[in-house]
Nanobody, 126 residues
Framework: QVQLVESGGGLVQWGGSLRLSCAAS????????IGWFRQPNQAPGKEREG???????????IYADSVKGRFTISRNNVKNTVDLQMNSLRPEDTALYYC????????????????WGRGTQVTVSS
């Protein structure tokens, strides 16, 4: 069964850090571009914001301006995981965070991604 599972979310204070992980089962992540998206809790149904993406070999990464310099995406194709290190967290980073797969390149449109996890909640308190 093809599955993506996000983990590592939680409650953290302003300025704190969290490391999210996206783990795959039932398929090999190494063939895919992996994007991280987020959706604020107060905006359910609104399009998710693409915040980062990484190429299959990890050699190319992309960040949204809102997280550039604070978040770092990485992958371990042996462990079949993709991580998102989040530093200097702000209250506006509070959201449900998702990972998703895409075959051919990174793209900011969530509708072009194939497999999705269920998300992990990140809450940053002020």
């Amino acid at each position: 069964q093809v599955q993506l599972v996000e983990s590592g979310g939680g409650l953290v204070q302003w300025g704190g850090s969290l490391r999210l992980s996206c783990a795959a089962s039932g398929f090999n992540l190494s063939s895919y571009y992996i994007g991280w998206f987020r959706q604020p809790n107060q905006a359910p149904g609104k399009e998710r914001e693409g915040i980062s993406c990484i190429s299959p070999n990890g050699g190319s990464t992309i960040y949204a301006d809102s997280v550039k310099g604070r978040f770092t995406i990485s992958r371990n194709n042996v462990k079949n995981t993709v991580d998102l290190q989040m530093n200097s967290l702000r209250p506006e980073d509070t959201a449900l965070y998702y990972c998703a797969t895409r075959r051919y390149n990174c793209h900011r449109d969530e509708r072009t991604y194939d497999y999705w996890g269920r998300g992990t909640q990140v809450t940053v308190s002020s």
